[in-house]
């Protein structure tokens, strides 16, 4: 192999490091958004919850009041 063939090697795998290290990180950044959407959906949940029984103790002293 001469010197310009390791040349390219070298720079088709430094190429392909850095892909795959941009890779992995815009995994990691999935994952967290993924994560952080979870935790939305489940803070959504409990308001929506919440809120619920807020209205519906509402209607039954609405209801007690007729």
Same mark, same amino acid.
């Given at each position: 192999?001469? &010197?310009?063939?390791?040349?390219? /090697?070298? /720079?088709?795998?430094?190429?392909? $490091? +850095?892909?795959? #290290?941009? #890779? =992995? %990180?815009?995994?990691?950044?999935?994952?967290? /958004?993924?994560?952080?959407?979870? &935790?939305?959906?489940? *803070?959504? %949940?409990?308001? #929506? =919850? &919440?809120? =619920? &029984?807020?209205?519906? +103790?509402? #209607?039954? *002293? /609405? $209801? +007690? =009041?007729?």
């Amino acid at each position: 192999m001469n &010197k310009f063939d390791q040349e390219l /090697i070298n /720079i088709f795998t430094r190429r392909f $490091e +850095k892909r795959s #290290a941009n #890779a =992995s %990180e815009l995994e990691g950044w999935c994952n967290d /958004i993924g994560k952080r959407l979870d &935790k939305l959906d489940n *803070d959504m %949940e409990s308001v #929506a =919850s &919440k809120f =619920s &029984k807020h209205l519906e +103790k509402h #209607a039954t *002293d /609405i $209801e +007690k =009041s007729l």
